[in-house]
């Protein structure tokens, strides 16, 4: 969890993109709060920053004029909808410089604080506590925590029993504390070593790309279930979602599809005993579930694209995955890179990915259509 009261110097709030529901025609801005390591996101319409200038204005008696004003005609304008965007974002940036030391309640819940910082979290309970505890006394109920609150005190703690993984030590290590999940950033390094040296000497054509492919029951809706879950949970699913790692180029993903659905067909288990790849996408699809697929890092050469591969391979770990192969490394990750940082290096590649499965709608793909031609 975060800690403002300590890391107010470290701290920044962003609104990185919006989104428009279809069917309602309501623009949600995607909020994103930074408190040293810790980041998380909140999504709020135009009129709850409405509600919340009102009050602030109210009781704190901040300028009407920080906020940009309604706009009744072309509200829905892309330009328009761009330029609020960045509006808002100017007005929470300049209430995070005047209230630098401390949080008034009510933006401290409207960021949610309240969830993922501990100060403002126990001022809740404190609260809750102050104003019912003799009620909940006096009824001899219990109070009971909701599970994310719980999940972040103790991770914050450092008493939470991750469940055991197959996954390397290096990955395992980033589930055990919020701590050792926030020093991922510092692996980046790794990745951005091994894109220079690729950037620099490795000339071939960059038509590559590499992907995973990802179990729908596992993940059940994780970007949607994610804002009432701790961020270590959602890593934890997100890896545990994750039973191949690949590279190629064109439609190359879509070969295990057509494998998959020869085998559909002819049922063949001697086939599906000798590859557990093809054996778990036809279990799915014999369940009536699909398949995730993430396509990620386009344009990187083949050499790279087999590096990122054994990196994000070694990471997870063999026995976690239906591949068949460990992967083959090139240039400095083969040459400079220790057994552990390659490891390192696949833990970074693996959370850059969450990132963008969380920006993707997940599409389950099932046996029919796929595209009839594929590149290896």
């Not at 050499?303 to 083959?328: F, K, P, Q, Y």
Request: glycine letters at 4%; one cysteine or more; proline letters at 4%.
């Amino acid at each position: 969890m975060s800690c403002y009261y300590r890391q107010h110097e470290d701290a920044s709030v962003t609104i990185p993109k919006y989104s428009v529901e279809s069917s309602a025609g309501i623009t949600y801005y995607d909020i994103k709060v930074r408190v040293g390591n810790v980041e998380w996101f909140v999504e709020r319409r135009y009129r709850d920053f409405a509600q919340l200038h009102e009050k602030l204005v109210e009781e704190i008696s901040i300028s009407k004029k920080l906020l940009p004003p309604k706009k009744l005609v072309g509200n829905k304008q892309p330009a328009f909808l761009e330029q609020r965007r960045e509006q808002l974002e100017t007005y929470l940036q300049e209430l995070l410089i005047y209230f630098s030391n401390e949080l008034p309640r009510l933006l401290a819940v409207f960021l949610e604080f309240n969830k993922y910082d501990i100060i403002y979290l126990l001022q809740d309970l404190a609260k809750l506590f102050n104003e019912s505890g003799d009620a909940l006394l006096s009824a001899k109920k219990e109070y009971n925590l909701s599970a994310l609150e719980v999940r972040g005190i103790k991770y914050s703690l450092g008493v939470m029993h991750m469940p055991k993984t197959n996954f390397s030590p290096e990955l395992q290590h980033t589930l055990q504390s919020e701590q050792n999940f926030a020093s991922i950033q510092k692996l980046s390094k790794y990745v951005k070593r091994h894109s220079r040296w690729h950037s620099r000497h490795d000339q071939s054509k960059r038509i590559y790309f590499n992907y995973l492919l990802l179990d729908p029951r596992i993940t059940n809706g994780l970007k949607q279930r994610a804002r009432s879950m701790h961020r270590l949970d959602v890593w934890l699913t997100f890896l545990r979602a994750i039973f191949y790692v690949g590279k190629g180029k064109s439609s190359r993903p879509y070969a295990h599809f057509r494998q998959a659905q020869k085998q559909l067909q002819s049922a063949n288990p001697h086939v599906l005993a000798k590859d557990p790849k093809l054996a778990l996408i036809v279990h799915l699809w014999q369940q009536q579930r699909g398949v995730l697929l993430l396509r990620a890092f386009n344009g990187v050469t083949s050499n790279d694209a087999h590096s990122r591969e054994a990196a994000m391979i070694d990471a997870l770990g063999m026995n976690h995955l239906t591949n068949r192969r460990v992967g083959v490394y090139f240039g400095l990750a083969r040459k400079k890179f220790t057994s552990e940082q390659r490891k390192q290096l696949g833990v970074a590649l693996l959370h850059m990915l969450l990132s963008v499965y969380m920006i993707k709608t997940e599409r389950e793909l099932q046996p029919a259509p796929v595209p009839k031609t594929a590149e290896s």
